[in-house]
C-alpha cells in the first residue's frame, strides 16, 4: 500500500470515529484529502494525518485562500481537518484554529430570501404548466417550511400529518428525510390553517394516484427522484435568492410575525421558530439573522449574543443511534410506513445489556 493509500484509509478510519451521517463523513473525507494532496506535492506527506505538522496545515490554508475558495468553504475544509486529526490522535485545535489560520470570518446572514405573495402566484402558475407533483411539494414546503428533501419523501406521512391537522394539532411530526433523521415538531400557521389543511389533503389525493410519490424520478430511486426535482425547479425559475428554500423563509417570516402578533417574548419566537425548521433551540441567533433578517428590528433590543440565556437540552437518557432507532419505530407506528432500516433498537438481542430505562424506552 502506498504512502498516499495508508494516508487516505487513516483518515477514513478517524473520520468514521467521529461520526456523523454518511454525506458528513464523506465531506470530511473529501476535504482532508485536500490537504494530503498537497502534503505529496510539497513533499511531506505521512502516512496519517495526525503527523503532518502544523506548519504544512498554514500553508495548506494560504493555498485554498489563493484559489478563490468562498469563506464557508475554507470554514468547512478546516474543521474537517481538525476533527480527523483528533481522531487520529493529535489535537491540533490550538495551533491550526481558524484565527492562528488567518481566515475570515464568515458571515451567515443568509443568501436567501421569503418571496413576495406576486412572486408566489407567479411560481405556482409556472409550476402547474411544468408537473402537478412539484406544484404539491411548493405549495407544502410553503405552508410547513420543509426542505427540499423533506418535501419530495413525505408522502407516507400525509395521512397523519391531515389526521393532526383536522384534529386542531398546533404541530405536526416530521423525521423523514430530514438531516440525520432528526425528528420534530413542524408549527402549523394558525392563520393559515385552512390553506395548510387543504395542501395536505390535495398532496395526499395526488399521491394516492401516483403510487405514493409527488416525483418519480427515471431510476425509481431517492437519488433519480432528487435529480428529476432540480431539473424541475431550474426549468420552474426557482434559482438563486428565490431558490425552494425560500419558501421555508416565507414559513418562517409568517410564523415569527404570527407569534409577535400573538405576545410571545421576542427570545422565545426564535427558539421556538428555531426548534420548528429543525435547528434545536440553541441557534436564535443564525434565525434571526437568518430567517428574521427582513423583521429584525422587532427584535432589537431583545436579543444579543451575550445575554442569551442557556437554553441547552439536559443530558439524554439514551445514546444518541438508539434514541434514533426509537423515534423511528414511533414515526413508523404513526405514519403507518416504515421509516429508514431496521436498526439495532429493532432487534431484540440488541437490548442484551442495556439498562432497565433503555429497554423500557425502545420497547415503547
Avoid at 74 to 91: E, H, K, M, P, Q
Wanted: aromatic content about 6%.
Amino acid at each position: 500500500m502506498s504512502m498516499m493509500s495508508k494516508a487516505i484509509h487513516d483518515s477514513a478510519v478517524s473520520s468514521k470515529k467521529a461520526g456523523g451521517s454518511f454525506a458528513t463523513q464523506q465531506n470530511r473525507r473529501f476535504d482532508t484529502t485536500g490537504l494530503l494532496r498537497f502534503a505529496r506535492q510539497v513533499g511531506e506527506l505521512h502516512s496519517s494525518i495526525s503527523e503532518i505538522p502544523a506548519w504544512e496545515i498554514h500553508a495548506y490554508a494560504q493555498y485554498c485562500a489563493a484559489q478563490g475558495k468562498a469563506t464557508g468553504t475554507l470554514a468547512n475544509i478546516f474543521a474537517a481537518i481538525r476533527v480527523t486529526s483528533r481522531y487520529a490522535g493529535r489535537n491540533i485545535d490550538a495551533v491550526c484554529s481558524n484565527k492562528e489560520l488567518q481566515l475570515v470570518r464568515r458571515v451567515r446572514k443568509g443568501t436567501k430570501r421569503a418571496m413576495t405573495p406576486r412572486e408566489i402566484e407567479a411560481l405556482f402558475v409556472r409550476a402547474k404548466r411544468i408537473d402537478h407533483g412539484l406544484t404539491h411539494m411548493i405549495s407544502l414546503a410553503l405552508h410547513l417550511g420543509l426542505r427540499r428533501k423533506e418535501a419530495l419523501m413525505c408522502p407516507p406521512d400525509l395521512r397523519m400529518w391531515l389526521d393532526a391537522l383536522e384534529r386542531g394539532d398546533s404541530t405536526i411530526s416530521l423525521m423523514r428525510g430530514s438531516k440525520n433523521a432528526r425528528p420534530r415538531q413542524v408549527r402549523v400557521i394558525e392563520s393559515e390553517r385552512a390553506q395548510t389543511t387543504e395542501s395536505v389533503r390535495s398532496a395526499l389525493a395526488y399521491c394516492r394516484e401516483h403510487n405514493l410519490e409527488l416525483i418519480t424520478g427515471n431510476g425509481k430511486t431517492l437519488k433519480s427522484a432528487m435529480n428529476r426535482l432540480k431539473a424541475l425547479l431550474r426549468r420552474a425559475g426557482v434559482t438563486g435568492p428565490t431558490s425552494f428554500h425560500s419558501l421555508r423563509y416565507t414559513y418562517a417570516l409568517k410564523s415569527a410575525l404570527e407569534l409577535l402578533e400573538a405576545g410571545v417574548p421576542p427570545y422565545d419566537v426564535l427558539v421556538q421558530l428555531s426548534e420548528s425548521l429543525g435547528h434545536g433551540p440553541t441557534r436564535a441567533q443564525m434565525i434571526l439573522g437568518h430567517y428574521c433578517q427582513s423583521i429584525r428590528d422587532k427584535f432589537e433590543g431583545q436579543i444579543s449574543r451575550y445575554n442569551v440565556k442557556d437554553e441547552r437540552r439536559p443530558p439524554a437518557e439514551l445514546p444518541r443511534a438508539a434514541a434514533r432507532q426509537v423515534a423511528k419505530r414511533r414515526h413508523s407506528a404513526l405514519s403507518g410506513y416504515p421509516i429508514g432500516r431496521a436498526g439495532p433498537a429493532d432487534d431484540e438481542t440488541a437490548l442484551h445489556g442495556r439498562t432497565s430505562v433503555e429497554k423500557c424506552l425502545i420497547k415503547s
